[in-house]
């Protein structure tokens, strides 16, 4: 029986609940309620304008309107229970699916969800046996769900629509859906999120079941999930963590949590940010330990990959982001990692646990390769490179106009421009650069520009990459436009004044696309010192090397995770001509199938750290700990929280 329980939890759960949504029709066709959307094309100059204005206006609003106080006059709604003898399969085991960083191009996203709809998948690594998984009881969203920013729209053509042609709702026992926010669903303050997830809606044939940004649900007597909202990677409120808290009221030692967050901090806080695990850390050491439960597996998405890490009690850390955005690069993983990071200068911290790095997908030799498909990005971005061209081409006319002798009337002016174009070599267009406002004005916007880009600009060595990238545009635009006019003037003979309409015209479109490759090399150089690796595979938008996990939570309350892996998404869908309404998948792809398969053999994760063989992640001391300890430890906390639910 599957049941929405209001913690602490009463030895009768109640019955099921009735729908206060109405079921989608049963007799529309899916393929006409949305828009297919193309991939995001990160390196468009209107979406890195439109991302820059959003990443400002949200980072500033949310310090000031974080929705998840606002939250705190919501009821929970107590959480999910799939401990129920109908939530299993007749062997006994509960079925979960999980999925990240979806909502973008409508063929990677809908190749996903034609997988994710299907009863079961016959899995196998690239060499051993199948294994027959079945379609989740629930599906979990695990952040990042709409691309490039979320909106009603954008979520409605680049998530909603694809999810419910690949499952269209009619069958009776539909499975759940919960959802954590990623930074994306944040950038309009949450607003279309709560609209899809958390007002009962359904998404395709999945039930949305959470009130909040942030859920629990029961997976059976010794298993829970709990999914956690950080906004944009800060700490947890109040609200929150009273809900969590309230929650926590409910296990009993040896209890296992698995953690669903939108970010993996435990890389971030090896590479990037010592203090990033602070949040996660500060949760389980304080909410989740002191009830002698532990976290035996964490979930999450942000980057667009699989990847997996394993501690010495068998406790898993695992990104798996590859529910449709662009892929992101694996090459630069750390081997292992130690959370909290010993260079964590928080006051209060749990004792650092080492994690050993697992499978990866892609492969790092794979991802390595990869690299070079920046090299197609004036062709594959044209508006790119069309941006960086006007720049080169408005450039050429300041440096003319500054080197220019004065005339009388614009036909003048316009032949004495061509003619100091003409009579100028390399040294003096460099040198007009200081000559004039507008040149020394581009110049700047162009060097600091590069600058900016840099990743690591808050640093001298990524002020000095950005500088010498920055003097690198300057130096190939001054002598773009030197090749443009020696091309005109001495080998095509052009005539003033076309000639200057001809050097710009060159100027624009080859000057455009040198810029641009300018820019690939750019990237594919600072890959190598480990800058704007992002960049590098945003700028590509690769479709393909999908992943998503299902997990089998099994009678003896051992966890496996299955992850699976899409190495090519068809690039043409077609309706189906034989469809029928209600039926599953309502595309098919127009030049393939869909080839899934497992990326590793599957993880078995027992609930509690082996008793032999291995050390567990836990000090001495809390080994020594024994379990009155930790129940008056709990105790005591239970003494000290509020009577009722935040």
């Given amino acids: 029986m599957t049941t929405t329980a209001e913690p602490p939890r009463s030895p009768d759960p109640g019955p099921v609940e009735r729908e206060t949504v109405p079921r989608p029709s049963q007799d529309e066709d899916p393929a006409d309620t949305f828009e297919q959307r193309k ?14 204005k959003q990443v400002a206006i949200s980072g500033v609003l949310g310090q000031y309107n974080d929705k998840r106080e606002l939250m705190g006059g919501i ?27 979806l909502g973008d191009s409508f063929e990677a996203t809908y190749s996903v969800a034609a997988l994710l709809s299907r009863p079961t998948l016959d899995l196998a690594p690239q060499e051993g046996e199948a294994t027959t998984t079945r379609r989740g009881r629930l599906l979990v969203m695990g952040g990042d769900e709409c ?21 269209p709702g009619k069958e009776p ?15 309009d303050g949450l607003t279309a999120f709560m609209r899809t997830f958390c007002q009962r809606r359904w998404i395709g044939g999945w039930r949305t079941r959470q009130a909040r940004s942030y859920f629990a649900t029961r997976l059976s007597d010794r298993w829970w999930l709990w999914g956690i909202d950080i906004q944009f990677d800060t700490y947890l409120d109040e609200a929150q963590l009273a809900y969590f808290t309230e929650i926590a009221r409910e296990l009993q030692p040896g209890d296992a949590i ?61 990104t798996a982001g590859g529910g449709g955005a662009y892929l992101s690069a694996t090459h630069h993983l750390p081997t292992s990692i130690q959370v909290p990071p010993p260079t964590s200068r928080a006051r209060s911290k749990s004792p650092s646990v080492r994690y050993t790095q697992g499978a990866v997908y892609p492969t790092p030799e794979d991802s390595r390769r990869l690299r070079w498909g920046i090299l197609r990005l004036p062709f594959t971005t044209p508006a790119f490179a069309g941006l960086l061209g006007g720049i080169y081409a408005v450039l050429a006319v300041a440096l003319g106009a500054a080197l220019r002798e004065p005339a009388r009337g614009l036909p003048a002016d316009l032949r004495a421009v061509d003619a100091a174009l003409r009579d100028a070599g390399w040294a003096r267009l460099a040198g007009g650069l200081a000559d004039s406002i507008l040149a020394l004005l581009l110049g700047l916007v162009v060097v600091g520009g590069a600058i900016a880009f840099t990743q690591d600009m808050g640093r001298w060595r990524g002020r000095t990459v950005g500088l ?36 710009v015209l060159l100027v624009f479109v080859g000057g455009g696309i040198l810029a641009a490759e300018l820019v690939a090399w750019y990237l594919l150089l600072a890959d190598r010192a480990r800058l704007n690796v992002n960049e590098l595979f945003a700028g590509q938008a690769i479709p393909d090397r999908r992943n998503f996990l299902r997990l089998r939570l099994e009678p003896d309350e051992t966890l496996t995770v299955f992850p699976v892996g899409l190495p090519r998404v ?27 398969f497992l990326i590793e053999p599957p993880i078995r994760i027992p609930r509690t750290p082996p008793a032999t063989g291995a050390a567990t992640s836990r000090t001495d001391e809390a080994h020594r700990m024994d379990e009155a300890q930790r129940m008056d430890e709990a105790h005591r906390m239970d003494e000290a929280l509020p009577g009722g639910m935040a």
């Avoid at 991939?39 to 304008?49: D, F, I």
């Avoid at 709604?77 to 299993?88: I, M």
């Avoid at 002598?479 to 309409?501: F, G, H, K, Q, Y």
């Fill in 39 to 52: 991939g995001t094309r990160w390196l468009e100059p209107r979406l890195l304008l439109q991302t820059a």
């Fill in 75 to 101: 009821s929970p709604g107590g959480y999910l229970d799939l401990g129920g003898a109908g939530t299993r399969d007749d062997d006994g085991n509960l079925w979960l699916d999980y999925v990240s960083d």
């Fill in 147 to 167: 691309y490039p920013a979320a909106s009603v729209d954008e979520y409605e053509n680049r998530l909603i629509g694809p999810y419910r042609a690949a499952l």
């Fill in 173 to 187: 026992d539909a499975p759940f859906l919960q959802a954590v926010p990623g930074n994306h669903d944040w950038y």
């Fill in 258 to 318: 698995l953690l669903c967050t939108a970010k993996p901090s435990w890389v971030a806080a090896t590479d990037e940010d010592c203090e990033a695990y602070a949040t996660l850390d500060f949760l389980e050491r304080t909410v989740i330990r002191p009830r002698g439960a532990g976290v035996r597996l964490a979930l999450t998405g942000d980057r667009h990959h699989y990847s997996r890490y394993e501690a010495a009690d068998l406790a898993q850390r695992i």
């Fill in 468 to 503: 010498l990238h920055g003097l690198a545009h300057l130096a190939l635009a001054v002598s773009v436009i030197r090749l443009a006019v020696t091309l005109t003037a001495e080998v095509l003979a052009v005539p003033a004044p076309w000639s200057l309409a001809l050097v």
């Fill in 570 to 596: 068809p690039r043409g869908w077609e309706r189906r001509p034989d469809w029928r309404a209600g039926e599953r998948e309502r595309f098919q792809p127009a030049d393939g199938q869909l080839h899934p």
